[in-house]
């Protein structure tokens, strides 16, 4: 069975630091990843996904993600954090297709505070 | 916003009560799916749609009665819930559920409230 796995569940960040939201997957086989953010009272929004090539994806607002295989690894990063990052940010993976429907697998979700 | 529409915005309902969650794409996607979202615990799956047709029921109460008229809408019926069915209740779409590492597109959700 495949799952994910947000180890925390709030990040504090100073406004203009970097920021690292952490998450770690378990699935058979090459996986699929994905990062979602939610903003209050709206639906989760998708940020940017890797599937192969290179580990380093770049997605939407100047984040950033990092595939690595070998600590089953999918954090997500952002050079300079800014307030109107604060949101729940959930990691999401998704096991290779073979036929059918696969589930895609949330984690619960990381709240990021960027403090001004 | 993300194409995804979802009505009403707000419920509240007795357990007695039968309302209906309408969403709609505007995307041209061909899946459609509905998820539980509740406060400390992952997004629950409830029911997957493909080409109007459902290929997920993921062991969901029968009290929820899903309908997929045609690929851009999506019901869920609702009746005799109870107090824990209170939730974020969320529409999402995606291309289809072949293409491999498909995103999915997510509407704004029906905050639902069970008295």
């Known amino acids: 069975a495949q799952s994910v796995a947000q180890p925390e569940d709030q990040v504090n960040v100073a406004e203009g630091n970097p920021l690292t939201v952490k998450c770690t997957y378990s699935?058979?086989?090459?996986?699929?990843l994905f990062w979602y953010v939610q903003y209050p009272n709206r639906g989760l929004q998708f940020l940017l996904k890797?599937?192969?090539?290179?580990?380093l994806v770049k997605g939407s607002y100047g984040f950033e993600a990092e595939f690595n295989k070998s600590q089953t690894s999918f954090h997500l990063k952002k050079p300079s954090a800014l307030v109107s990052d604060s949101a729940l940010y959930f990691c999401?993976?998704?096991?290779?297709?073979?036929?059918?429907?696969?589930?895609?697998?949330f984690g619960t979700g990381t709240k990021l505070q960027v403090i001004p | 916003e993300t194409g995804v529409t979802q009505t009403p915005r707000h419920l509240v309902m007795g357990m007695t009560n039968k309302k209906s969650l309408k969403c709609e794409q505007h995307?041209?996607?061909?899946?459609m799916y509905w998820y539980k979202q509740s406060a400390k615990k992952p997004l629950e799956l409830m029911f997957v749609?493909?080409?109007?047709?459902?290929?997920e029921n993921n062991s969901v109460p029968s009290r929820f009665s899903p309908e997929c008229p045609n690929s851009s809408h999506l019901f869920l019926h609702l009746h005799t819930l109870q107090p824990e069915d209170s939730a974020l209740y969320l529409c999402?779409?995606?291309?289809?559920?072949?293409?491999?590492?498909?995103?999915?597109?997510f509407g704004p959700g029906t905050r639902l409230t069970v008295t």
């Open positions: 999402a779409s995606s291309q289809d559920l072949d293409r491999a590492g498909y995103e999915q597109y």
């Open positions: 699935v058979s086989g090459n996986p699929y």
């Open positions: 890797y599937i192969t090539g290179d580990n």
């Open positions: 999401a993976v998704r096991g290779p297709y073979s036929g059918g429907y696969q589930k895609v697998t």
């Open positions: 995307l041209g996607h061909n899946a």
């Open positions: 749609y493909n080409f109007k047709e459902q290929t």
